[in-house]
T-cell receptor, first 112, second 116 residues
Framework: GQNIDQPTEMTATEGAIVQINCTYQTSGFNGLFWYQQHAGEAPTFLSYNVLDGLEEKGRFSSFLSRSKGYSYLLLKELQMKDSASYLCAVSPGGGATNKLIFGTGTLLAVQP | DSGVTQTPKHLITATGQRVTLRCSPRSGDLSVYWYQQSLDQGLQFLIHYYNGEERAKGNILERFSAQQFPDLHSELNLSSLELGDSALYFC???????????????FGPGTRLTVL
């Protein structure tokens, strides 16, 4: 089966750093994606990992360990606008599709 | 703005009815994916089309169907609607179909369906 786990909720303080973890068990692996979603809006792409290691993109970084089935999203210098749901998704590949399997999302609340 | 468009933004209808949701992919993208997001579940993959052909199906109900037209826009048809079909329906587009290399999917703004 396909299973992706991430914490349901997290709280952090403006200006701080927060790490959102994601573990996965999927039938295959073609890449792991992180999306940000504000309530009622479209998911927006943040980062993509296919090889082990850290990918840095401004205030956002994402890490992948394929052997451990583990990823994290690191958000630095938190701002109030970072309050949103963060979705971890895996492309299991196989066949002629890059469909995504999503976790249920981590709702991050940034407090002043 | 992702470049993916979806219409309508909101849809309110009654049980038993049929509706059609429309999606236009980003310019140059050949793949369209449909996802359902309800309150108690995360984003669930429904179906994938590439250049007019169906490529993969998820847990899509038999009451639901989709197609992709020659101009690459896609429609998701939902029939015999039930209360539990109320959800946000997103489409996403990408360039590739599905190979050893994956590519990024960009999401449209979604259609919020309410079944009364």
């Amino acid at each position: 089966g396909q299973n992706i786990d991430q914490p349901t909720e997290m709280t952090a303080t403006e200006g701080a750093i927060v790490q959102i973890n994601c573990t996965y068990q999927t039938s295959g692996f073609n890449g792991l994606f992180w999306y940000q979603q504000h309530a009622g809006e479209a998911p927006t792409f943040l980062s993509y990992n296919v090889l082990d290691g850290l990918e840095e993109k401004g205030r956002f970084s994402s890490f992948l360990s394929r052997s451990k089935g583990y990823s994290y999203l690191l958000l630095k210098e938190l701002q109030m606008k970072d309050s949103a749901s963060y979705l971890c998704a895996v492309s299991p590949g196989g066949g002629a599709t890059n469909k995504l399997i999503f976790g249920t999302g981590t709702l991050l609340a940034v407090q002043p | 703005d992702s470049g993916v468009t979806q219409t309508p933004k909101h849809l309110i209808t009654a049980t038993g009815q049929r509706v059609t949701l429309r999606c236009s992919p980003r310019s140059g993208d050949l793949s369209v994916y449909w996802y359902q997001q309800s309150l108690d579940q995360g984003l669930q993959f429904l179906i994938h089309y590439y250049n007019g052909e169906e490529r993969a199906k998820g847990n899509i109900l038999e009451r639901f169907s989709a197609q992709q037209f020659p101009d690459l826009h896609s429609e998701l048809n939902l029939s015999s609607l039930e209360l539990g079909d109320s959800a946000l329906y997103f489409c996403a587009s990408s360039l590739l179909q599905g190979t050893a290399v994956t590519d990024t999917q960009y999401f449209g703004p979604g259609t919020r369906l309410t079944v009364l």
